[in-house]
């Protein structure tokens, strides 16, 4: 059994998503630090610091003045600034990749195109082998590609 577990965790695909969810983890750290210390910031300027965090509904208990307070209290609460929260910041994180994504897609070469596998028959356009010596729609006979 110890044998079998080792083979299973040292086969290629195994390793290749250990590997890239290490580094999956370490870009969410990046893209969330990028969001939090430097995209985050000049949007709460323009805002003039609204924060949504404090922004809840008490289900049960009285008016608290914070959600601090609320949760000290005990009281369950309906916390829907912190969710409007969680989607901007979500919608930003996703902007973000997306842009980082479209700029390193264009940093890459294009694949050179696979080589051609078929041909045109000179008499009906049909796509035929290119070693090809007849066509199989027209039944005409056609010289192999690269002869005279």
């Known amino acids: 059994m110890l044998r079998e577990f080792r083979d299973f965790v040292m086969r290629g695909n195994v390793l290749d998503m ?3 969810i290490v580094i999956g983890v370490a870009f969410g750290r990046i893209v969330t630090s990028l969001v939090n210390d ?3 910031p000049p949007i709460g300027l323009v805002l003039k610091g609204v924060d949504f965090t404090n922004l809840f509904v008490a289900l049960r208990g009285g ?3 914070s959600l601090a307070a609320a949760r000290t209290a005990g009281a369950p609460t309906i916390n829907y600034g912190t969710f409007f ?4 910041e979500f919608i930003i994180i996703a902007f973000v990749i997306f842009l980082m994504l479209r700029g390193l897609t264009r940093l890459q070469r294009p694949a050179a195109p696979a080589p051609a ?4 028959c000179p008499y009906c356009l049909s796509a035929i082998p290119l070693k090809a010596t007849r066509c199989a729609y027209c039944t005409a006979e056609v010289r ?5």
């Open 85 to 88: 929260n969680t989607i901007i």
């Open 117 to 120: 596998t078929t041909r045109e």
């Open 63 to 65: 008016p608290y003045a």
């Open 144 to 148: 192999p590609a690269g002869t005279a």
């Open 18 to 20: 250990a590997v890239g």
């Open 38 to 40: 430097i995209i985050m």
